[in-house]
């Protein structure tokens, strides 16, 4: 969905796909998915397929072993071929193309604030990076992931914050990292960074070049809500909010808009339904649950 985008929206960089190795292009039958897509993303949008190892992350939990697969993104580092690559995450939809971004001044990497943690963390978020391939820094990152001196909830976000916390280029939040949230909130001070702006979603939507779903609890777009919880976390009317007569309800048009343009793109795209709501709330040790933040 994301290389469908960047080809409709005119960008001209080339497009790469890190995939897991253990994947094959061969479609085996109508209901293999993974090879179809791999196959529709190199022969109708470009894409250069790349197979890798996952890198992953081994952490302790409830007394068993867990793993989590995000420093995989670290591989993006190691692609030498190009002199700037522009790694995001796929629960995003691309609202304008980015090709401008390759002609900022050099910088190892340039990340953005993560701005919904302000003003008590100083932190970046590894949701978007622009970053200069280098087989030096791939090392030292993929060697921070497996040191055994990596405390159990460190995973890529803090590794990226600790080595380049102090060094990275600041990219602006508002372009490149507006959160879904954003229309479920009142308060706009992180997101503008001031106290004195006044909030015009429509504006702030026109002006964004990616939208990131980041709406907890309410799960991800690929996964239906549940009726009970959406009610109570769906955003709120400007006016008489939950009566007859409210008004003023456009932050909640627009965020009923962005997640099912997102379904109804997955589903033009990649051929792909919605996962079932979860249960809500879980009962005491289910799996069920909604999504986490970032």
Same mark, same amino acid.
């Given at each position: +969905?994301?290389?469908? %985008?960047?080809? @409709?929206?005119?960008?001209?960089? &080339?497009?790469?796909? *890190?995939?897991?190795?253990?994947? #094959?292009?061969?479609?085996?039958?109508?209901?293999?998915?993974?090879?179809?897509?791999?196959?529709?993303?190199?022969?109708?949008?470009?894409?250069?397929?790349?197979?890798?190892?996952?890198?992953?992350?081994?952490?302790?939990?409830?007394?068993?072993?867990?793993?989590?697969?995000?420093?995989?993104?670290?591989?993006?580092?190691?692609?030498?071929?190009?002199?700037?690559?522009?790694?995001?995450?796929?629960?995003?939809?691309?609202?304008?193309?980015?090709?401008?971004?390759?002609?900022?001044?050099?910088?190892?990497?340039?990340?953005?604030?993560?701005?919904?943690?302000?003003?008590?963390?100083?932190?970046?978020?590894?949701?978007?990076?622009?970053?200069?391939?280098?087989?030096?820094?791939?090392?030292?990152?993929? +060697?921070?992931?497996? %040191?055994?001196? @990596?405390?159990?909830?460190?995973? &890529?976000?803090?590794? *990226?914050?600790?080595?380049?916390? #102090?060094?990275?280029?600041?990219?602006?939040?508002?372009?490149?990292?507006?959160?879904?949230?954003?229309?479920?909130?009142?308060?706009?001070?992180?997101?503008?960074?001031?106290?004195?702006?006044?909030?015009?979603?429509?504006?702030?939507?026109?002006?964004?070049?990616?939208?990131?779903?980041?709406?907890?609890?309410?799960?991800?777009?690929?996964?239906?809500?549940?009726?009970?919880?959406?009610?109570?976390?769906?955003?709120?009317?400007?006016?008489?909010?939950?009566?007859?007569?409210?008004?003023?309800?456009?932050?909640?048009?627009?965020?009923?808009?962005?997640?099912?343009?997102?379904?109804?793109?997955?589903?033009?795209?990649?051929?792909?339904?919605?996962?079932?709501?979860?249960?809500?709330?879980?009962?005491?040790?289910?799996?069920?649950?909604?999504?986490?933040?970032?």
């Amino acid at each position: +969905m994301v290389f469908e %985008a960047l080809e @409709r929206l005119g960008s001209k960089a &080339d497009r790469i796909l *890190l995939y897991n190795q253990e994947w #094959d292009l061969d479609i085996a039958n109508k209901s293999d998915r993974d090879s179809q897509l791999l196959v529709k993303a190199s022969n109708w949008y470009g894409v250069k397929l790349v197979p890798i190892e996952v890198q992953k992350f081994e952490a302790e939990k409830d007394g068993e072993d867990t793993w989590d697969a995000s420093a995989t993104k670290f591989l993006a580092f190691n692609q030498t071929r190009y002199e700037r690559i522009l790694h995001f995450d796929s629960d995003v939809t691309v609202l304008q193309h980015m090709d401008d971004l390759f002609l900022l001044p050099q910088a190892s990497v340039a990340m953005m604030r993560a701005y919904w943690s302000l003003p008590n963390l100083r932190t970046l978020t590894s949701l978007f990076i622009l970053l200069e391939p280098s087989e030096v820094e791939t090392e030292r990152l993929i +060697m921070a992931a497996r %040191a055994k001196t @990596r405390k159990s909830n460190e995973y &890529d976000m803090e590794i *990226l914050n600790s080595i380049y916390g #102090d060094s990275a280029m600041i990219l602006p939040h508002q372009r490149y990292g507006l959160l879904s949230g954003e229309f479920r909130s009142i308060n706009h001070t992180n997101f503008f960074g001031n106290d004195y702006q006044k909030w015009d979603p429509d504006r702030v939507l026109r002006e964004a070049h990616l939208l990131h779903f980041s709406d907890w609890p309410i799960p991800k777009p690929w996964v239906m809500w549940p009726t009970n919880l959406l009610q109570q976390e769906k955003p709120r009317c400007l006016t008489n909010p939950g009566t007859a007569s409210e008004a003023g309800c456009r932050d909640r048009e627009i965020w009923f808009e962005l997640y099912n343009d997102f379904r109804r793109r997955r589903k033009d795209i990649c051929a792909l339904l919605s996962v079932p709501a979860p249960e809500w709330p879980p009962r005491m040790g289910s799996n069920s649950t909604a999504s986490s933040n970032l």
